[in-house]
């Protein structure tokens, strides 16, 4: 099995991209999920994680990590209504936070793996950060971290930056120049699987915990993206999670990479060296295309195996 710590700021497709991970233990072994500022404050993605864990009926360690980027404050988004969960109400878990903060509980599970732990990251950076910066001999400890943010080309925050780079680009910077193997998965491909409503209508037929809730985060994403006049909505982080599971839904390029962290139009803005002028050896391996189909298949397969379990 795959040892991974998710590290997550719950978030709607946070929310989906964790409900994923907990249908596929017979892969993952999933060590801890890590909670950090983004979306919206960290008390609430903390908690939405640890309710939805429990409420899924895993026994996981849920940590609480950086209430605010390194250097920078926070700024939240306003699609995921103000819990992070639109209107969906999930059971309040009874359970404790894990006893150790975000970064010290990445480091334990880094130490205990010997350069085995896989990172899933899909908010912005801090926690990651702030472990390289507690402790700077992790680097040799972790063996990849798959990452959602950052685009080749564009933004969603501002028109050179996505959300999780832009909210704490310091600790982009920090990551993608830490010399950790990362993928990166972006833009450039969670942009492209639009959430289809097939998909919606047979996770609303089914009858699990897994598939009821993730029906119910639809609904919101669907709801929210009409009143807003958006395209279908997409689940960026569920993408990344995937391609751990499923490298071949994915298609990779190796750049070099680092992170604009100031910038009057570029903050957050993940900047590719296309043309090799820095003469350095690629840092990053990047998500160029994505197999929707095959996406779609593999996650609504996921509910379908759950409900037969
Ligand atoms: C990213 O921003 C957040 O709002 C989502 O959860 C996702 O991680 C997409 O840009
Ligand atoms: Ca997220």
């Known amino acids: 099995k795959i040892p991974l710590v998710m590290d997550v700021d719950t978030g709607t497709d946070d929310a989906i991209a964790i409900i994923c991970a ?55 988004a306003i699609s995921h209504g103000a819990t992070g969960l639109g209107d969906v109400i999930v059971p309040k878990s009874n359970r404790a936070f894990y006893e150790r ?18 990172i899933v990251a899909v908010g912005p950076l801090t926690n990651i950060a702030e472990a390289i910066i507690r402790y700077p001999d992790i680097i040799r400890l972790i063996k990849r971290i798959t990452i959602m943010g950052g685009a080749l080309r564009g933004g969603n925050m501002t028109p050179a930056s996505e959300f999780n780079l832009y909210v704490d680009p310091d ?40 598939a009821n809730l993730a029906a119910r985060i639809f609904d919101f994403m669907l709801r929210r993206c009409k009143q ?19 490298p071949r839904l994915v298609t990779l390029n190796k750049y070099v990479m680092t992170v604009e962290t100031e910038g009057t139009v570029t903050r957050g803005m993940t900047v590719a060296d296309f043309n090799n002028v820095t003469g350095k050896e690629p840092n990053v391996s990047v998500a160029v295309d ?14 379908l195996s759950a409900e037969r379990d």
């Not at 983004?38 to 939405?48: A, C, H, I, Q, Y």
Request: hydrophobic share 50%; with cysteine.
């Open 22 to 76: 907990l249908m596929s233990t017979e892969v993952l072994d999933i060590k801890a999920f890590t909670a950090v500022a983004g979306n919206v404050g960290v008390d609430l993605t903390s908690s939405n994680t640890l309710n939805i864990v429990d409420y899924l009926g895993f026994d996981i360690p849920v940590a609480i990590g950086a209430a605010k980027p390194l250097n920078k404050d926070l700024h939240t």
């Open 101 to 118: 903060d975000a970064a010290d509980t990445i480091y334990e599970h880094a130490v205990a793996l010997q350069g085995e732990l896989e």
């Open 171 to 210: 600790a982009g910077k920090i990551v993608f120049e830490s010399g950790i193997p990362l993928v990166m998965v972006g833009l450039d491909v969670t942009l492209k699987p639009q959430l289809p409503l097939a998909v919606v209508e047979t996770v609303k037929r089914l009858d699990n915990k897994f």
């Open 228 to 246: 807003f006049g958006f395209d279908p909505p997409n689940v960026h982080d569920a993408i990344a999670l995937a391609s751990l599971i499923v």
């Open 290 to 303: 994505v197999d929707c189909n095959l996406f779609w298949d593999w996650m609504t397969g996921k509910f």
